[in-house]
T-cell receptor, first 111, second 115 residues
Framework: QKEVEQNSGPLSVPEGAIASLNCTYSDRGSQSFFWYRQYSGKSPELIMFIYSNGDKEDGRFTAQLNKASQYVSLLIRDSQPSDSATYLC???????????FGKGTHLIIQP | DAGVIQSPRHEVTEMGQEVTLRCKPI?????LFWYRQTMMRGLELLIYFNNNVPIDDSGMPEDRFSAKMPNASFSTLKIQPSEPRDSAVYFCASSASGGVSGELFFGEGSRLTVL
């Protein structure tokens, strides 16, 4: 059974600071990793994906992958109150066979 | 383009009643997924279809749950009989095999409360 682990939080970060969200996964065969953002009462939406070891940057967001340590992270620079949400980490074996999600980290950006 | 459409958005029912949740995927997407979300268990994959064919239903909790996809634009998830522990938000999601692997597009969800 694949598992994706996240600290549930809440993680409280001052506005303008860097928010760091972390995730570990159990299956060494996992190929692809995703970060979804979910606002309260809304559906998850994809914000980043990463396949290769190292960093991937998209605007204020940076995803980091370390397959040797089975570790994925998401950094949010210049955090804004609108970034307050639950962030879900997910993994895939590489095919289009559905994602295994972590339970999410609740992030609060304090103005 | 319209996104994934789910109905009903909210359903309150009594234990033992039949519940049917509906989903219309994004046109052209050939994968459809049903997920359930609770505080305790997070997002769980129940079943997914490829080209209307069920591929993996190992996440369906028990025989009370069934899902169908009679055509490319419609799917149902049925619970009969419903129990209080089925209370959750049920999400339908679709994806395109030609797109980014794993990029799921979610509907707004159906919040089910079983009394």
């Amino acid at each position: 059974q694949k598992e994706v682990e996240q600290n549930s939080g809440p993680l409280s970060v001052p506005e303008g600071a860097i928010a760091s969200l972390n995730c570990t996964y159990s299956d060494r065969g996992s190929q692809s990793f995703f970060w979804y953002r979910q606002y309260s009462g809304k559906s998850p939406e994809l914000i980043m994906f990463i396949y290769s070891n190292g960093d991937k940057e998209d605007g204020r967001f940076t995803a980091q992958l370390n397959k040797a340590s089975q570790y994925v992270s998401l950094l949010i620079r210049d955090s804004q109150p609108s970034d307050s949400a639950t962030y879900l980490c997910a993994e895939s074996g590489g095919g289009a066979d559905g994602l295994t999600f972590g339970k999410g980290t609740h992030l609060i950006i304090q103005p | 383009d319209a996104g994934v459409i789910q109905s009903p958005r909210h359903e309150v029912t009594e234990m033992g009643q039949e519940v049917t949740l509906r989903c219309k995927p994004i046109s052209g997407h050939d994968y459809l997924f049903w997920y359930r979300q609770t505080m305790m268990r997070g997002l769980e994959l129940l079943i997914y279809f490829n080209n209307n064919v069920p591929i993996d239903d190992s996440g369906m909790p028990e025989d009370r749950f069934s899902a169908k996809m009679p055509n490319a634009s419609f799917s149902t998830l049925k619970i009969q009989p419903s129990e209080p522990r089925d209370s959750a938000v049920y999400f339908c999601a679709s994806s395109a095999s030609g797109g980014v692997s794993g990029e799921l597009f979610f509907g707004e969800g159906s919040r089910l409360t079983v009394l």
